[in-house]
């Protein structure tokens, strides 16, 4: 019993910070860590453990997060009544206008860019090539891709500064169309 007791407060911090990096929700993970703890009790005259016992203890932790994992994996659903349901975004003005004028206030900025910056942006960005490919294509050495990166997005934060809090807003109405579709 002592060394059990041992095992829990050397062990269960360190098993509910780690349950609680992937579950976020405490009491899920308390629970997964005390369940752990307790079927090691349970199982102690017939378990056997050929490894190290911190390597053991996280193995089993990370299983048991996977399991409860897979527990709420979302339901699937059908196209038809993804068709059917209506974002709250999609129906929201207001979240249409802010979109829309974050979306010009972009291509403003973009435009402001030096020819040579907003094409390694683009190629960067929007067509999703690594600095050397942007480098070959341009036929510049990939420092001068990186210094050109910089200085566009550098450009491109100063000018979007005042629509920081649009685009919080447009987060949040997103994250909510994305709640109400899974309630």
């Known amino acids: 019993m002592r060394a059990y007791n041992e095992l829990f407060d050397r ?22 860590a005390m369940d752990l703890l307790c079927s090691l009790w349970f199982k102690r005259h017939r378990l056997t453990i050929k490894t190290d016992i911190s390597t053991y203890f996280f193995r089993s932790m990370k299983n048991h997060i996977i399991n409860q994992l897979k527990k709420n994996i979302p339901v699937t659903t059908t196209l038809e009544s993804v068709k059917e349901h209506k974002l709250v975004s999609e129906n ?9 004028d974050v979306e010009k206030a972009y291509r403003v900025n973009l435009e402001q860019l030096s020819p040579q910056r907003r094409r390694v942006f683009q190629l960067s960005r929007e067509e999703n090539l690594t600095y050397a490919e942007i480098a070959q294509e341009m036929n510049i050495s990939v420092n001068a891709v990186e210094n050109y990166m910089v200085a566009a997005l550098s450009s491109l934060r100063n000018g979007m500064k ?17 709640l109400a579709y899974f309630a």
């Open 11 to 32: 062990y269960f911090p360190k098993l509910y910070r780690l349950s609680l990096n992937h579950i976020r929700e405490a009491a899920i993970a308390e629970e997964l």
């Open 162 to 178: 005042e629509y920081t809090t649009t685009l919080i807003l447009l987060i949040i109405f997103q994250a909510l169309s994305t």
């Open 92 to 100: 929201h003005a207001d979240a249409q206008v802010m979109a829309s």
